[in-house]
């Protein structure tokens, strides 16, 4: 077949009925995407309604009628809720910070530069992300034993940098790898320092990949459940209080609660979308 047939085969439009495959596919491909979404939001959807529940006795499993008690006065009803809470809050407000400052470093220096030993810092990122978590609870619990340090706070704080810092160096390193290496070359060119050069050029160009990796770490941490309970010794959290307490029957304000972690998780993520959309515009 000469060249010529070739660029005008190539150039033919396709036929009618390839056309209403294509659009059908296009169709299907749309009603699966949507009833995916919908499957996935109707947990969280029946836990947002059941806040909004008022139950007669300790199980809130049965819709009994409306009310938005729980969401005002007696939110904060149960001491030992809000105190669990208030840990998980606190743990992943330090996991984040640590994992974010230690996972961007990292990051930095596995997309950026080329050492010996790439590979097996590589092989241990994805280690940790791959591995179950009762591996990791499990042998984080055999070390803090063995060098008899007391399980509590610090531990489970410890335990969470551990685990979200591969989560987030993955996510800055994917950003860092895009970069163009002219433009740093320019601000050092220029008279700008190491520093300087970090600061006022680097840490702008790879900030969306850094705000992902935080909320991510943030994510993970708040409702870590497994690796928390090998390494929280006589510490709960939320996730752990509600699961000693699941078997007697969760109140109303757990539902509140997460619902509540659920809309500010929602909002940081719409808020990171509005500011990456005007950087990038």
């Known amino acids: 077949m000469s060249a010529a047939t070739l660029e005008r085969t190539s150039h033919r439009k396709p036929s009618k009925k390839v056309r209403q495959r294509r659009k059908t596919g296009e169709r299907l491909l749309h009603w699966f995407t949507w009833i995916l979404i919908v499957w996935l939001a109707l947990p969280i959807a029946v836990v947002i309604a059941f806040s909004f529940n008022n139950p007669h006795g300790r199980y809130n499993y049965s819709w ?15 001491p030992d809720l809000t105190t669990a809470m208030e840990h998980s809050i606190e743990v992943a407000a330090v996991a984040t910070i640590g994992a974010t400052v230690l996972g961007t470093l990292v990051g930095l220096a596995v997309g950026k530069y080329k050492f010996r030993g790439q590979g097996a810092s590589n092989l241990v990122q994805f280690a940790c992300i791959s591995a179950p978590e009762v591996v990791l609870g499990s042998s984080l619990a055999t070390f803090f034993l063995q060098a008899h340090i007391k399980e509590g706070a610090l531990t489970v704080m410890a335990a969470h940098i551990m685990f979200c810092m591969s989560f987030v160096a993955i996510t800055v390193r994917a950003r860092v790898v895009g970069l163009d290496p002219s433009v740093e070359d320019a601000a050092k060119d220029l008279g700008a320092g190491p520093w300087d050069t970090f600061r006022l050029v680097t840490l702008p160009m790879i900030l969306p990949g850094v705000i992902a990796g935080a909320m991510l770490a943030f994510a993970l941490s ?26 007697q029957g969760l109140p109303p304000q757990v539902n509140v609660m997460g619902s509540i972690v659920f809309a500010v998780g929602v909002l940081f993520a719409i808020a990171n979308s509005v500011v990456s959309r005007r950087r990038a515009a």
């Open 64 to 78: 009994t009628g409306f009310t938005f008690k729980y969401w005002g006065s007696k939110l904060f009803a149960i």
């Open 222 to 247: 708040i409702d870590d459940f497994i690796t928390t309970e090998f390494t929280s010794g006589s510490f709960v959290t939320y996730p752990l209080w509600i699961w000693s307490v699941s078997r």
